[in-house]
């Protein structure tokens, strides 16, 4: 077999972050009236979207989306590949598909042409550096199965499915298919579980999607117990183990956990000065994994420019690097 | 005369920045093939506009327009008012007017239905902090006497007017309505020479406008020299001096120097730690100085606070405070 055009095609939401800063207050009276969640992603309609929006206080633009910014830091290593998700026709849409290509990223999904504008996540963050979204999805749930590019998917050493397109019963079509035709071709198919209420909204497709077709598990503490109705860490990690290759199992600062054929190696956080935002730091990691896994490093060296990658995220504002990842990786070697 | 609702409402381009970074090659390269000036602001069309957007890195969207800039240091230290100009029905307008009457500020002006989009800013920041900007005006530049709200006007102790407007006949137009206004209200008018280019497109007229309709005039080095034509920046101060009631000359790492009926009063700069990207530094410098002004203080309060402003906003990427002044100012009493 040839070796792949590039290292990762990635398969996610489209979105554009609105990031404002909050209070607690603001957050704990949303909470009361409208159930937003602290630190979690709450699923909103283009109404509640317009609402909020008038609430919140000014805020920065940048592409965002889980899959996206992790294919941003990607490139930013210097990682090939592309990614595959749904804009639509208008000035968002434009950025996104902007920023996307600018990485050196393969884009080529068609935008939707009629029905709802570019999907956008505001983000608020609060003192504390934890952010709280709250997701309009627009054009983004409309993937299909459709927009799976056979072509660019069998290019990839790894393709990686975000698990936030799973709220939508016609985009766990698309992932399917692009699983399918990774393994046809020979590779790899890695997702990331994205969120805890995620998961509980998808418990037994999630599980049959993870034992059917996963190869490489990216997930949080939190998503991982979520996902095997597990109170205990380690019974759920044991678990997942018997399922996958690999399974990347990430708790905040306290690092990871890289879990590979029984074996288990622990991932240390790389100290920051001043956590900022801690938006993007499980994409992140995650970037910084698949970099070192498509560059056929060990899991201790993947899991460290993991690390590496989300010290840099949650810094400043914003989910994707702000510093060339290249850069800094020469500059820690 | 009752004591107006308002500190200070501004006159302004509506426009939307997209921020990038990039290097002195591609600063040179456009310059060669396309004119750009490194420093300065290039005003480009919309076939320019998407040429250059291709070609440059990712970037990251925030409310831009140097009096709106203004506008939003003024309201962050606690000023009142409101913003003239104008934006498109689009989602860039949307996010224009969500974030300046996100900071308490008034803006009524009505949205152009027919005709160009939302007015853009591409700010190219090099390794060395300086920003240099390329500008498709688009809706921005339809604005007319008839948009200029003579009830918010008459409603605030200073008119802010924002010389960058002066790249068209009928923006001209709604400088003079303003300041007729204003004068009519007994309040004062200021104005920014925004760029030595664009004193240098208009020489006469801003002399006109200056010498008859001035009271307050924010200038750096190159712009008051730009507008005497005089290679001597002394003399051009003190030629200043006769036309206006107060004028405020900020020369980057070397302060500012503010001439009030004949008195020189030096300003000197607030040290930062870095310096990384100076877009908004003569903004918030006028931001410092009309909330001290409106609120009553010396002209060397005046000036520390512009001061105070301008350091916030160069330590961080984005023309607009990241952190509340009023609570910076507080914090440095």
Same mark, same amino acid.
């Given at each position: !077999?040839?070796?792949?055009?590039?290292?990762?095609?990635?398969?996610?939401?489209?979105?554009?972050?609105? #990031?404002?800063?909050?209070?607690? %207050?603001?957050?704990?009276?949303?909470?009361?009236?409208?159930? !937003?969640?602290?630190?979690?992603? *709450?699923?909103?309609?283009?109404?509640? &979207?317009?609402?909020?929006?008038?609430?919140?206080?000014?805020?920065?633009?940048?592409?965002?989306?889980?899959?996206?910014?992790? !294919?941003?830091?990607?490139?930013?290593?210097?990682? *090939?590949?592309?990614? #595959?998700?749904?804009?639509?026709?208008?000035?968002?849409?434009?950025?996104?598909?902007?920023?996307?290509?600018?990485?050196?990223?393969?884009?080529? *999904?068609?935008?939707?042409?009629?029905?709802?504008?570019?999907?956008?996540?505001?983000?608020?963050?609060?003192?504390?550096?934890?952010? /709280?979204?709250?997701?309009?999805?627009?054009?983004?749930?409309?993937?299909?199965?459709?927009?799976?590019?056979?072509?660019?998917?069998?290019?990839?050493?790894?393709?990686?499915?975000?698990?936030?397109?799973? %709220?939508?019963?016609?985009?766990?079509?698309?992932?399917?298919?692009?699983?399918?035709?990774?393994?046809?071709?020979?590779?790899?198919?890695?997702?990331?579980?994205?969120?805890?209420?995620? $998961?509980?909204?998808?418990?037994?497709?999630?599980?049959?999607?993870?034992?059917?077709?996963?190869?490489?598990?990216?997930?949080?503490?939190?998503? @991982?117990?979520?996902?095997?109705?597990?109170?205990?860490?380690?019974? &759920? $990690?044991?678990?997942?183990?018997?399922?996958?290759?690999?399974?990347?199992?990430?708790?905040?600062?306290?690092?990871?956990? @890289?879990?590979?054929?029984?074996? *288990?190696?622990?991932?240390?956080?790389?100290?920051?000065?001043?956590?900022?935002?801690? /938006?993007?730091?499980?994409?992140?990691?995650?970037?910084?994994?698949?970099?070192?896994?498509?560059?056929?490093?060990? !899991?201790?060296?993947?899991?460290?420019?993991?690390?590496?990658?989300?010290?840099?995220? @949650?810094?400043? #504002?914003?989910?994707?690097?702000?510093?060339?990842?290249?850069?800094?990786?020469?500059?820690?070697?």
């Amino acid at each position: !077999m040839s070796s792949p055009k590039y290292g990762v095609v990635a398969v996610g939401n489209a979105l554009v972050d609105v #990031i404002a800063h909050t209070t607690d %207050d603001f957050i704990a009276a949303q909470h009361e009236s409208n159930g !937003m969640e602290k630190g979690a992603m *709450t699923l909103i309609d283009e109404a509640r &979207a317009m609402e909020l929006y008038s609430k919140m206080g000014p805020g920065v633009e940048t592409s965002g989306g889980s899959a996206a910014n992790t !294919m941003a830091g990607f490139a930013s290593f210097g990682g *090939t590949g592309g990614f #595959i998700g749904k804009i639509a026709q208008d000035q968002l849409g434009e950025i996104f598909q902007h920023d996307i290509r600018a990485q050196g990223l393969e884009f080529t *999904t068609q935008p939707l042409v009629i029905g709802a504008a570019t999907g956008r996540c505001m983000i608020l963050i609060t003192p504390d550096a934890q952010r /709280t979204m709250n997701t309009f999805l627009g054009a983004s749930v409309e993937l299909t199965a459709e927009d799976v590019d056979q072509g660019l998917i069998a290019s990839a050493q790894v393709t990686y499915l975000e698990g936030y397109l799973f %709220d939508r019963e016609q985009a766990k079509q698309a992932f399917i298919r692009a699983a399918e035709y990774a393994h046809e071709a020979g590779h790899r198919v890695a997702l990331t579980l994205s969120d805890p209420f995620c $998961v509980d909204r998808h418990r037994s497709d999630f599980i049959n999607l993870v034992q059917n077709h996963i190869d490489i598990l990216f997930a949080n503490e939190d998503e @991982i117990k979520s996902l095997f109705m597990q109170e205990n860490l380690d019974d &759920a $990690v044991s678990a997942i183990g018997e399922h996958v290759e690999i399974a990347a199992i990430t708790s905040g600062p306290n690092g990871a956990v @890289i879990i590979k054929d029984g074996q *288990t190696t622990k991932i240390t956080a790389q100290p920051v000065d001043k956590v900022v935002d801690t /938006t993007g730091a499980g994409d992140q990691f995650a970037a910084g994994f698949l970099y070192g896994f498509t560059e056929g490093k060990s !899991m201790a060296e993947c899991g460290k420019l993991g690390a590496l990658a989300a010290a840099e995220v @949650i810094s400043h #504002i914003g989910p994707r690097p702000e510093i060339e990842l290249a850069v800094l990786l020469k500059d820690a070697a």
